[in-house]
C-alpha cells in the first residue's frame, strides 16, 4: 500500500504553495503538494510571468517605434504577430511549469493530481478537478499520485485566488474577457475597454496599446492604480495617455450591451453623465477573489472574511492543524508575499527559533506597464492619515544622466521619512526599470536604516540608483544634481 | 614564532579581570604549568598558568591594570632561539597561536573552550564581541528614548536589536538608561549587567564635601559587582517579603545532642560541629523540596523549575560579600553541609573560591543572627527567586495555653521575586521552612 501520510500536506502549487513545499523539504519534513491543474500556479502560467513575456514583445515595439531618436532607421514597419507573440509566452510559461517539476523531484516532494477536499483536521480526500482547465494545458507531470485519501499533521491551504465577476458584466471568454483570455488572443482587437486600473488592468491595457489597439481605461477610484502614491500615479497617467490611452476615473461600468463581435460599455462618471463607449473586447479587472470554495473549510468552522481565510501572522487558522497562506488568506495578492507568508508558516511549523510574523508594511509592489510603477511601504497620503510627521524627498529622472542617456528621462523617484527618528517609511517610484530598483529601499527598510545610512551608501554611476539616493538627500535638502 | 598570550575566561561568563600581579618579569624563562600571574575577577583571584615554555618577551599589560577583555592580549611568549626582534616589526602576532594560558584545574576543562574559541578574531587586541548588533533605526530609538541598547535583548536575526525591541523596551519600562558619557555601546553578552547605576555622578558628589575631608578609595571588581547586581536587582524584580517567628529550643538541643555524638578522631578532634546556619540551610532545601514550586529562577519566556536546592549562603568578607554554594543541599547530610560551608566559607574569606562554586543556585540565606539583628530583609541575587534573612534567635516571652512562657525565637523574613513565587506561595515556603525548624527530627529522616 502506497504510503499516504505526511508531515504537511500543502493544497496549490503556485508560488506560495510550491516555495513551501520546498522550504517543507528542506527543513527534513515529508511533504507532499497537491496540484489540479499546473504547477506554479496562475503566476507562472497565467500571471505574473506570461504577462512579462507580453509586455518585453510590446517594450521592444516601443523602443522600436522610437528607434529614430536614437538615430536608427528601420526599414519598413514594425508589425505584431500576434500568434508568435503569444506562443513565446506560453513557451515562456511551459519552461517554468517544468522547471517547477524538477523542483518538487529534486526535493522529494510528492505531488498529487486532482482537487483536495479536507474532509476532517489532518486528513484530505483528493478528487478528480471540478474546473476544466484552462488551455492550452501543459502535459500532467509524470510520477504523480492519484486520487484518494491523505493524511497529514499540517495542512497548508494555498489555493490562490480567481478573477472577480462584476454582476451583469461577467465574463464570457469571448466578447468579455479575463486575463485568461487576454493573455492568449487569436487576434488583436481594434480596441478595448479595460474596466478596472490595478496592476492586472493596466498591464493589459499598456500591453494593448503599445500593440497599437484602441484602449480606454475604465476606473471607479480617483486614480489609475489606486493603492498607489497619488503623485506616481497622476505622472503614470499623464505618460500613458500621451501614448494614446484614454483614461476615465471615478467612472463606472454600469453595463455592457453585447454585439455579435464587439461591446458597448455604457460609462457612468462622477457628473452622472453616461459616455457609450464601443469597442471590440472589453477586459474586465476589477480584482481576484480567493479560491476558499469546494474546500470543505465550511464544514470544519474556518473563519473566513470578505472572500478570504482569516489567519494569524503565521498563517494559523482558527482550525487546529490548518494554515493558509497567499492569495487565498488574503491581501496584499502578490506572489512574494505569498512565498514569504509561506516560509514564515512552515519555519513555525518546524520550530524554527526567532521566526517573525509577516510585516505587511514591507511587501512591495510592482506594476510593469510602460512607464513602470513601484513602491514599497506607506504612500505620502497614507502617513499623513496615520498623523506622522514626515520628510518627503523627490527625484526626476530628467535630471539623470543614465536615465537621458537611456532617452527615458520621465519618472520619479519619492523617498518618505518619519520626521523625527529617519525612518524610511515609503519609496515611491514611476518610470524606466523601477521595478528592478525598488528592491534597494526593501532591502533599507528591512534592516531599518535611517536616511543617514543611505546618504553613506555609494550608489554607482552612471545609474538610475542614482536618483535613490538624490531623493533621500532631497527630503534633507541635500540633494546634489537638482 | 611569539606565542600570544591572552586574558583567559576563567569563568563561562567572565568578560573582564582585573591583572592583579605578575609572578614573571620580561626575560623569565617559563615551563608549561608555571604560575604566571593572578587575575582578579569580579569575585574571586585566580592563577593563570603558562601552557607553552618560552621566555617572557614583552608583558603588554602591566600589573594592576583593571577590566582587561577577555582575549586581550596581556603577555606575548618568546620560543626557543626567538629573541626580542621577533617582537618588532610592530604588528602582534598573527592570532593563530592556540591560548597561551589556562587556568588552574578543576576550572580549566570548563572555561578552555570559551578562550580557545576566540582568537580566531584579526586583532587579537581587540576584545571580541565589542558590538551589539542593532538595526540604525534601533541604535536611534534608543538613544533618543536615552536606553542603552546594549541592554536590550535582539530579537532579529542572531539576535539583532531591531525597533520592536526597543519599542518593547520602552513601553514596558525595561530599557536601562544609558550611562552619561556612554561610550561605545558595550557588548551584547554583557547586556543584562552593562548599564551601570545611573546615580549622580563622582563630582556630583564630591562636591558635597570639603575637600581634604575624605581619602577616594577606588571600586574593586567585587564592589563593582554587588553594586551591579543589586541594583539590577532591585530595579527588575518585583520583591516583597514575608516574615515568621521560629522557636528553636528543640533545634538546639538536637544541634548539642548531634555535636556530642560526632566522632572524635585520635587528636580529639570531632569529625563535625553543626551549627544553626548549617540546620538553617538544611531546612530552607527541605522546604524547597516540599514546595518545589518556588524553587524556581525567572526568564523572559519560561519559569525555570529547579529539580535541586542549591542553597547559596552570604559569607561576609573584607571589601564585602560572596555567596558559596551548598549544591543539592536536600539530599546531604547536615554534618556534609556543615563541613563544606566551613571549608568554602574559609576560602571565600581568602578569596580563593572556583567561579562555579559562587554562580548559581535557587535561593539563598542570610543569616546576621550572629550579630545581634532582630530582624531584616535581603535582596534577592537573580538567578535565585527567594533569599531567607535570618534573624538572631533570642530569649522571648511567648504565649502558650494561654500562660507566657519563655522560648528561644528567630524571626526569619523571606524576600521573593514575586514574577515567579506569589505570596501564598511564598507563606507556603515559610511555613514548611518553619516546620523542619521546630521539629528538626524531620531533618534527619
Same mark, same amino acid.
Not at chain 1, 468579455?176 to 482587437?189: L, Q, S
Given at each position: ?110 505531488? +498529487? ?49 480567481? !478573477? ?20 492568449? !488572443? ?124 482569516? +489567519? ?44 517573525? !510574523?509577516?510585516?505587511?508594511?514591507? +511587501? ?119 | ?55 617572557? %618577551? ?162 574593586? %571588581? ?203 506561595? %511564598? ?19
Amino acid at each position: 500500500m502506497a504510503d499516504t501520510n505526511y508531515d504537511v500536506l500543502i493544497i496549490g502549487s503556485g508560488p506560495g504553495g510550491y516555495v513551501t513545499a520546498i522550504r517543507a523539504a528542506q527543513l527534513g519534513l515529508k511533504t507532499a503538494i497537491v496540484e489540479r491543474e499546473h504547477l506554479g500556479g496562475i503566476c507562472l502560467n497565467w500571471g505574473c510571468i506570461p504577462t512579462k513575456a507580453l509586455l518585453r514583445s510590446a517594450e521592444i515595439m516601443d523602443h522600436a517605434n522610437h528607434a529614430k531618436s536614437y538615430g536608427l532607421t528601420l526599414e519598413g514597419k514594425m508589425t505584431a504577430k500576434v500568434e508568435d507573440v503569444v506562443a513565446r509566452s506560453r513557451g515562456v510559461s511551459a519552461r517554468l511549469n517544468g522547471g517547477v517539476g524538477f523542483l518538487m523531484k529534486k526535493n522529494k516532494i510528492d505531488v +498529487i493530481w486532482g482537487e483536495a477536499k479536507v474532509t476532517k483536521p489532518g486528513e484530505i480526500v483528493v478528487g478528480a478537478s471540478s474546473k476544466p482547465a484552462v488551455q492550452p494545458q501543459n502535459p500532467v507531470p509524470k510520477g504523480v499520485k492519484g486520487e484518494g485519501t491523505y493524511t497529514a499533521k499540517h495542512i497548508i491551504v494555498a489555493t490562490g485566488a480567481r !478573477p472577480r465577476a462584476l454582476p451583469g458584466i461577467e465574463p464570457d471568454g469571448k466578447l468579455i474577457w479575463t486575463y485568461f483570455e487576454a493573455m492568449k !488572443p487569436d487576434f488583436m482587437p481594434k480596441s478595448l475597454v479595460v474596466m478596472g486600473s490595478g496592476a492586472i488592468g493596466i498591464e493589459f491595457a499598456s500591453f494593448y496599446r503599445s500593440m497599437g489597439v484602441d484602449v480606454t481605461v475604465v476606473e471607479v477610484m480617483s486614480q489609475v492604480m489606486p493603492v498607489e502614491d497619488a503623485e506616481i500615479s497622476a505622472i503614470a497617467r499623464k505618460a500613458l495617455e500621451k501614448r494614446g490611452m484614454k483614461i476615465l476615473t471615478e467612472a463606472k461600468v454600469a453595463k455592457v450591451e453585447k454585439g455579435s463581435n464587439s461591446i458597448k460599455a455604457h460609462v457612468e462618471t462622477k457628473d452622472g453623465k453616461v459616455q457609450v463607449i464601443e469597442a471590440d473586447r472589453l477586459i474586465s479587472a476589477v480584482g481576484v477573489v480567493g479560491n476558499i470554495e469546494n474546500l470543505g473549510l465550511e464544514a470544519l468552522g474556518v473563519k473566513t472574511d470578505r472572500g478570504c481565510i482569516v +489567519i494569524d501572522g503565521y498563517g494559523k487558522t482558527n482550525v487546529a492543524g490548518l494554515y493558509a497562506i497567499g492569495d487565498v488568506a488574503g491581501p496584499p495578492m502578490l506572489a512574494h508575499k505569498a512565498e514569504h507568508e509561506g516560509v514564515i508558516c512552515i519555519e513555525k511549523i518546524a520550530g524554527v527559533p526567532n521566526v517573525h !510574523p509577516m510585516d505587511k508594511g514591507k +511587501i512591495p509592489g510592482c506594476t510593469y506597464c510602460n512607464p513602470q510603477v513601484a513602491s514599497v511601504g506607506l504612500t505620502e497620503a497614507k502617513a499623513k492619515e496615520q498623523g506622522r510627521e514626515i520628510r518627503v524627498g523627490r527625484f526626476s529622472f530628467g535630471a539623470n544622466g543614465k536615465a537621458i542617456a537611456l532617452g527615458e528621462d520621465n519618472g520619479l523617484i519619492k523617498t518618505i521619512f518619519d520626521k523625527k527618528t529617519g525612518e524610511l517609511i515609503g519609496a515611491h517610484m514611476v518610470g524606466a526599470e523601477v521595478t528592478e530598483l525598488i528592491q534597494g529601499f526593501v532591502v533599507a527598510m528591512n534592516l531599518e536604516t535611517t536616511e543617514e545610512d543611505l546618504m553613506h551608501t555609494i550608489f554607482p554611476h552612471p545609474t538610475l540608483s542614482e536618483m535613490m539616493k538624490e531623493s533621500v538627500l532631497d527630503a534633507y535638502g541635500k540633494v546634489l544634481n537638482a | 614564532m611569539p606565542i600570544n598570550i591572552t586574558m583567559p575566561a576563567l569563568s563561562p561568563t567572565m568578560e573582564e579581570g582585573n591583572m592583579a600581579k605578575w609572578h614573571v618579569k620580561e626575560g623569565d624563562k617559563v615551563s608549561a604549568g608555571d604560575v604566571i600571574a593572578e587575575i582578579e575577577t569580579d569575585k574571586a583571584t585566580m592563577e593563570v598558568e603558562a601552557v607553552d615554555e618560552g621566555t617572557v %618577551g614583552k608583558i603588554v599589560i602591566p600589573e594592576g591594570t583593571a577590566s582587561v577583555k577577555v582575549n586581550e592580549l596581556i603577555a606575548i611568549l618568546l620560543e626557543d632561539g626567538e629573541d626580542a626582534s621577533a617582537l618588532s616589526g610592530g604588528a602582534a602576532p598573527k592570532a593563530e597561536a592556540a591560548p597561551a594560558a589556562a587556568v588552574p584545574a578543576p576550572a580549566a576543562a570548563q572555561s578552555a573552550a570559551p578562550a580557545a574559541a576566540a582568537p580566531a578574531g584579526p586583532a587579537p587586541v581587540t576584545a571580541s564581541g565589542d558590538r551589539v548588533f542593532s538595526s540604525p533605526l534601533a541604535r536611534r530609538l534608543a538613544k533618543q528614548a536615552g536606553l542603552d541598547i546594549a541592554a536590550i535583548s535582539g530579537t532579529g536575526p542572531k539576535g539583532r536589536v531591531v525597533k520592536s525591541d526597543v519599542e518593547k523596551a520602552i513601553a514596558s519600562g525595561t530599557g536601562k538608561a544609558a550611562a552619561p558619557a556612554a561610550e561605545a555601546p558595550k557588548a551584547a553578552a554583557a547586556a543584562p549587567a552593562a548599564a551601570a547605576p545611573a546615580g549622580p555622578s563622582k563630582d556630583q558628589v564630591l562636591k558635597l564635601f570639603e575637600e581634604g575631608s575624605y581619602e577616594l578609595e577606588p571600586h574593586d %571588581g567585587m564592589r563593582k559587582t554587588i553594586a551591579k547586581r543589586l541594583t539590577e536587582s532591585k530595579q527588575t524584580i518585583p520583591h516583597f517579603y514575608v516574615s515568621v517567628d521560629c522557636e528553636l529550643d528543640a533545634l538546639l538541643a538536637l544541634r548539642v545532642q548531634l555535636n556530642d555524638a560526632a566522632p572524635k578522631d585520635k587528636d580529639g578532634k570531632p569529625a563535625y560541629k553543626l551549627s544553626v546556619n548549617d540546620m538553617t540551610i538544611k531546612a530552607l532545601a527541605l522546604a524547597l523540596r516540599d514546595v518545589p514550586d518556588a524553587n524556581v529562577s525567572w526568564t523572559d519566556d519560561a519559569m525555570v523549575k529547579h529539580k535541586h536546592a542549591d542553597v547559596g549562603v552570604a559569607v561576609s568578607i573584607p571589601g564585602g560579600l560572596i555567596t558559596p554554594i551548598i549544591r543539592k543541599a536536600e539530599a546531604k547530610a547536615l554534618s556534609v553541609i556543615s563541613n563544606e560551608m566551613k571549608d568554602m566559607g574559609a576560602r571565600a574569606k581568602s578569596k580563593k573560591l572556583k567561579p562555579e562554586e559562587y554562580q548559581g543556585g535557587t535561593t539563598a540565606v542570610s543569616n546576621m543572627g550572629m550579630m545581634g539583628v532582630k530582624n531584616f530583609a535581603a535582596v534577592v541575587n537573580p538567578p535565585h527567586a527567594t533569599i531567607l534573612a535570618v534573624g538572631a534567635g533570642e530569649k522571648r516571652p511567648v504565649v502558650r495555653n494561654d500562660a507566657l512562657a519563655i522560648a528561644t525565637v528567630m524571626t526569619v523574613t523571606l524576600s521573593t521575586d514575586h514574577r515567579c513565587v506569589d505570596g501564598a506561595l %511564598g507563606a507556603e515556603l515559610l511555613q514548611a521552612f518553619k516546620g523542619y525548624i521546630e521539629n528538626p527530627m524531620s531533618m534527619l529522616v
